[in-house]
Nanobody, 127 residues
């Protein structure tokens, strides 16, 4: 079974940066498409960024365009989310998730296909 472990969250001031990491283990990393999701207090979980096993990526919400960058390192079985110019509304628990498919796909921001989820890492943007 694929396991996902997030790290890198914390408290940061508005305008600051964080890099979240998602470590994967258990199954060949190359098979899996990865998404980052977040859940703010009292809100539903939403997609942030997604990347396929071939490296195609997309932002899931206009609010992160130009500020967040998703990437993956096959040699380390890691996926990263670089977050710059952070805003208070970016506060929430950030989760990475994964799924595999037998055919090529476009990066998806929908929760449905993701089978495996990490426990999340808290990001708090506040002065």
């Amino acid at each position: 079974q694929l396991q996902l472990v997030e790290s890198g969250g914390g408290l940061v001031q508005p305008g600051g940066s964080l890099r979240l990491s998602c470590a994967t283990s258990g199954y060949p990393f190359s098979l899996y498409h990865i998404g980052w999701f977040r859940q703010a207090p009292g809100k539903t979980r939403e997609g942030v960024s997604a990347i396929t096993n071939s490296g195609a990526s997309r932002d899931c919400t206009d609010s992160v365009k130009g500020r967040f960058t998703i990437s993956r390192d096959a040699a380390k079985n890691m996926v990263y989310l670089q977050m710059n110019s952070l805003k208070p509304e970016d506060t929430g628990i950030y989760f990475c998730a994964a799924y595999s498919s037998p055919f090529p796909v476009q990066p998806t921001c929908e929760r449905m296909p993701y089978d495996y989820w990490g426990q999340g890492t808290q990001v708090t943007v506040s002065s």
